[in-house]
């Protein structure tokens, strides 16, 4: 996995090894980003004078706002918003940086306009509001999202990133005129102007004072909203399709679920899912990297094959859906070739070797919707404090609607010709 690091720390001596460390440490904290320590094998059994035997109390300054700035953008961005017919509200992956969602709810909740996130923002926002409307990604957004997002005469993005998979190709119809995009320390209203050393949590607190009461975009989002069909029912005997599997994903999410959706179709088929509150969500886009990560502390319902080994030492009762479709079906949009069909392995057999008799442990292989409904009562009941692992066969061709959607606009972006020099 690929780790962008704000800081590192290569602790070579004692002399300052005492202020590399609470730096490093420090800077972690403060921008909710990953920093490397490194420490001479040599070192830590010397006692040293900076080094206490008790611990010393730490304190972090909290990140301030410019007053004059934060007022100056908070004036401009309200009277940009309050005359606007139309207003939306866009949730971005950078409000778990800002440690902002609550204050993005109560924003909302002030402004009455509808709100949406971008894909990797799912989780951040509550989607048992009212006017939550789902998820903007463009051309695959969640069905009729992106008509009331992109039709709006001005929308506040808050926390954005945008990049050739979250703008699906640099495809969204979106003007700079018509946006504020509010970042972790930084405000930009339209073509300008800008307005740094503005934390995003104290901007939204004081934008929700200054607002107007706007329900007209939620309006035109109730006129023309149909709700979703269900998958077709699946004959007795059927090979198991996609949308089966993720029909009954959702009647098992509750709010002490958390759903990791790993790098493939899975992202598209999760974004569909209704998250209940309380429940959580993993999905990291930037890198499109494959990995894991583990919450101790919940039942955790995730597409990966990594780290299984751990998680079973580790006592970890996730239970693993692993879709095999026999290749790369993501990679195959973007750009096919016969590296993207891969030798197919006996998935659950390798998880059987990593048990080895030690720890708890249930594996099944599922081909059709009557073996899956029996696997998910097995993990859900009597296998409930095990690792389960259910590999779910299905047809190589199927996918999802939006990743042939998707592909096809991001292949077209990444394989045009370079701009001249």
Not at 319 to 334: K, P
Request: charged share 20%; aromatic share 10%.
């Amino acid at each position: 996995m690929l780790l962008l690091l704000k800081s590192q720390a290569v602790v070579n001596n004692l002399e300052d090894a005492h202020e590399q460390i609470d730096n490093a440490i420090s800077t972690a904290l403060k921008e909710s980003k990953p920093v490397y320590i490194s420490i001479s094998c040599n070192l830590p059994s010397i006692p040293h004078p900076t080094f206490s035997r008790h611990p010393v109390p730490f304190f972090l300054s909290p990140r301030l706002s410019n007053q004059k700035n934060l007022e100056a953008a908070v004036e401009a961005a309200a009277a940009f918003l309050n005359k606007a017919v139309k207003p939306v509200l866009v949730g971005g992956p950078k409000l778990r940086v800002a440690k902002a969602s609550k204050t993005f709810a109560e924003l909302a909740d002030a402004c009455g306009y509808p709100f949406a996130v971008m894909p990797s923002a799912k989780g951040l926002v509550p989607e048992h509001h009212s006017r939550f409307i789902g998820t903007y990604w463009g051309a695959v957004s969640t069905p009729f999202c992106a008509e009331i997002v992109e039709s709006a005469d001005a929308y506040l993005f808050a926390g954005p990133i945008f990049n050739d998979y979250s703008s699906v190709g640099y495809s969204l119809l979106l003007k700079k005129e018509k946006a504020i995009i509010v970042q972790p320390d930084r405000v930009v209203i339209g073509h300008g102007p800008a307005f740094g050393c503005v934390v995003m949590k104290d901007f939204l607190h004081a934008l929700a004072t200054r607002l107007k009461k706007n329900t007209a975009a939620y309006e035109n989002y109730r006129r023309i909203f149909v709700p979703q069909g269900e998958p077709l029912a699946s004959e007795p005997g059927e090979p198991l399709r996609v949308n089966i599997l993720f029909k009954h994903i959702q009647q098992m999410l509750s709010a002490n679920s958390a759903v990791i959706a790993e790098t493939g179709d899975s992202w598209f088929n999760c974004q569909k899912l209704k998250l209940p509150e309380g429940c959580g969500y993993e999905f990291q886009m930037q890198y499109g990297s494959i990995g894991c990560k583990q919450n101790p502390n919940l039942s955790e319902i995730q597409v990966t094959a990594q780290e299984v080994s751990t998680m079973i030492r580790w006592g970890q009762n996730s239970i693993i859906f692993l879709i095999n479709n026999g290749g790369y079906t993501i990679e195959v949009e973007i750009h096919d070739g016969p590296y993207n069909v891969i030798k197919n392995w006996n998935y659950t057999g390798l998880v059987e070797a990593f048990h080895n008799g030690e720890g708890k442990c249930y594996t099944a292989k599922v081909r059709t919707e009557e073996e899956l409904k029996e696997a998910i009562e097995e993990s859900l009941g009597p296998k409930k404090d095990c690792l389960c692992f259910i590999e779910v066969i299905v047809h190589k061709d199927d996918t999802s609607k939006e990743l042939l959607e998707w592909g096809s606009r991001v292949s077209a972006a990444n394989s045009r010709p370079p701009n001249p020099q």
